[in-house]
């Protein structure tokens, strides 16, 4: 499809959200659970998106000595926590190199994914548009999983839902992004008054469900009682902040969420809010080996007091995610967190791990996790490449 103008088509697509703009912010809230300032955060990112796949569709064209040959069918398969920007990531550069996509989002997100979809169809020719396949029946899609009738699979998502799928699947290439363990390590010379607010945004964002969302956090002894009684404090006034948590749309995660917390509570860990009314805050003590390793899509974060940043111990390093901090002025220990065995995808210096750059490739190193979901990662999984030698 050499003759399509995918150019125009990006500079459509932004149009239309800003034409759409308060509507996909509704549908979004209503199924999802958002706020609205988290829906219309997630509208203007879609936007920072498109412009960064316009500079890399014009890069893709400017790539004459290379051919991309579609592998066919892509399967993309989409959380109720980022229903637009999910889709956009997986799905254009799905279609640049000529693939048909089939799209599952989650349940929760039907009709607000079924929304974006037609505004996206709309903006193709039709002989485009009609390589787009929105699926609403989760087990036509559990079927298609079976008989592996497809090449490709996008997935973002719980990481048992990853490990079920790859049993069944064989070779099929794909992108598995799992996540929500992401963690952060706060040194002793940093502005705690900063770093606490940058803690609970990264942690309470969107009722939480982030597959980089904070959940675990260590902090070095000399600040821990100092940073903490301000982490409690904020925490207090997003309970009551309608922006930041709303009532779970997913009874059934919230249900999973409050026996985990009351699992680990049971066994040493400390709560630090007198209920266990969302955002829920708890902490650990230096002799618990019961690790707060539990996936949790909601707004849920555990403190953890260091001696020094060598004393985090190896389990929560394998397992942070897709996305891992440190805030730190003493360039010796970010360069000795660096060096560290850590499993994961990206490592953030004085910002938090849910900061998105959306030309940054996620993606961790864990059994679940597998490629990353850049534009270009996205290309090469999804297309064979013939390098041509011109003469």
Not at 82 to 98: C, D, F, R
Request: with cysteine.
């Amino acid at each position: 499809m050499s003759d399509i103008d995918w150019l125009k088509i990006i500079d459509n697509i932004i149009e239309e959200i800003d034409d759409n703009f308060d509507t996909l912010s509704k549908l979004n809230m209503n199924d999802s659970g958002k706020s609205k300032m988290f829906a219309d955060k997630e509208n203007e990112r879609c936007k920072k998106i498109l412009l960064s796949q316009k500079t890399n569709i014009k890069q893709f064209y400017e790539a004459k000595n290379k051919r991309f040959i579609p592998l066919g069918t892509v399967l993309i398969l989409t959380p109720f926590s980022s229903a637009y920007t999910s889709i956009l990531h997986k799905l254009i550069p799905s279609l640049l190199v000529g693939n048909k996509c089939i799209i599952k989002s989650s349940n929760f997100t039907n009709n607000c994914s079924a929304y974006f979809i037609d505004m996206l169809k709309s903006c193709m020719p039709a002989k485009l548009a009609n390589k787009i396949i929105f699926k609403e029946d989760l087990n036509s899609v559990k079927e298609i999983i079976k008989k592996q009738a497809f090449d490709v699979i996008l997935f973002t998502g719980k990481s048992e839902t990853a490990k079920e799928i790859k049993k069944q699947i064989g070779r099929k290439r794909g992108v598995f992004e799992t996540g929500s363990l992401a963690l952060a390590y706060i040194d002793k010379d940093i502005d705690l008054d900063k770093v606490a607010h940058e803690i609970c945004d990264n942690s309470f964002a969107q009722n939480g469900m982030r597959c980089i969302g904070l959940k675990n956090v260590f902090i070095h002894a000399s600040i821990y009682d100092a940073l903490k009684e301000k982490i409690v404090k904020l925490v207090n006034t997003y309970k009551r902040n309608e922006n930041y948590i709303r009532e779970f749309k997913n009874q059934q995660t919230k249900k999973e969420i409050l026996q985990n917390i009351e699992n680990y509570l049971s066994n040493g860990y400390t709560n630090l809010q007198n209920d266990l009314t969302f955002p829920i805050l708890i902490e650990s003590s230096l002799n618990i080996k019961n690790y707060f390793l539990k996936e949790m899509y909601g707004p849920v974060l555990c403190l953890h007091r260091v001696d020094d940043i060598n004393k985090i111990p190896l389990e929560y390093l394998k397992r942070s995610s897709l996305s891992t901090s440190i805030y730190s002025n003493n360039q010796n220990n970010i360069k000795l967190f660096i060096k560290n065995d850590i499993y994961t995808g990206s490592i953030l210096i004085n910002k938090g791990p849910a900061i998105r750059n959306d030309d940054l490739p996620f993606g961790g190193f864990y059994d679940e996790n597998e490629n990353k979901e850049s534009f270009w990662d996205i290309i090469n999984i999804a297309s064979n490449i013939q390098i041509i030698d011109k003469l």
